[in-house]
């Protein structure tokens, strides 16, 4: 028997729901692919390395949390041989230590227009777009977003970005979504299991 309200039987829905599931396994593939040839990664600050709250001490400085999970992704990713830089609109000094700690050595702050930014770092590492990618959570990162090899973004972030990334986070920003990203790259690039195995040893 039809419903009333015109959704018609079971049998009539799974047909879509298949379909609906060939396209997430198509996207998933095409993101692998594309992870699968990064050598640079690079990453927003405020809400994709935290959580976007801003802090301020007594003093009126800015204060910043960070994942310690999210570092050990970023350092994972630059010992099997892909680079990470950071592209940030904002300026602290948060940030440069944060950077330091981890060994990043290609940061950008104050960068509102991160156009520049992008394409004099490809042309520093001698790098084509398609062989960089992006992780960014607000309209400003659409440029970037739009021209890198690899785009991801978190859950929060604005539907423009989700429908144009290659890969959306399910944990948030500050939270194990670097970390998350990271995996994903270093699981496409084969990595991570070496890396599971050298903490077996």
């Keep these: 028997m ?4 015109g959704r018609g039987s079971p049998d009539d829905a799974s047909p879509h729901a298949n379909l609906d599931s060939a396209l997430k396994h198509e996207s998933l593939d095409r993101a692998i692919t594309r992870a699968k040839g990064l050598k640079l990664m690079i990453f927003d600050v405020d809400g994709v390395m935290t959580d976007g709250t801003l802090y301020y001490s007594e003093r009126g400085e800015e204060l910043k949390a960070f994942n310690i999970q999210d570092g050990h992704g970023i350092k994972m990713l630059k010992q099997y ?11 602290s000094r948060a940030v ?3 950077a330091a700690n981890l060994g ?3 940061l950008y702050q104050g960068v509102e227009d ?22 960014g959570d607000d309209l400003l990162d659409l440029p970037l977003i739009t021209r890198c090899g690899f785009a ?6 604005p539907q423009a ?7 959306v986070a399910r944990t948030g920003g500050g939270h194990g979504a670097v970390r ?3 995996e994903f790259i270093l699981r496409a690039q084969g990595g991570l299991e070496r890396a599971i195995s050298a903490h077996l040893q």
């Design 114 to 135: 991160k156009r520049g930014a992008y394409a004099a770092l490809l042309a520093q590492l001698g790098l084509a777009a398609e062989q960089s990618g992006y992780m």
């Design 180 to 182: 998350e990203v990271c």
């Design 81 to 91: 041989g892909v680079e990470v830089a950071l592209i940030t609109a904002r300026t």
């Design 152 to 157: 991801a973004t978190v859950p929060a972030a």
């Design 161 to 167: 970005l989700k429908s144009r990334a290659h890969y």
């Design 2 to 5: 039809n419903d009333p309200l």
């Design 96 to 98: 440069e230590l944060r």
């Design 104 to 106: 990043i050595a290609h």
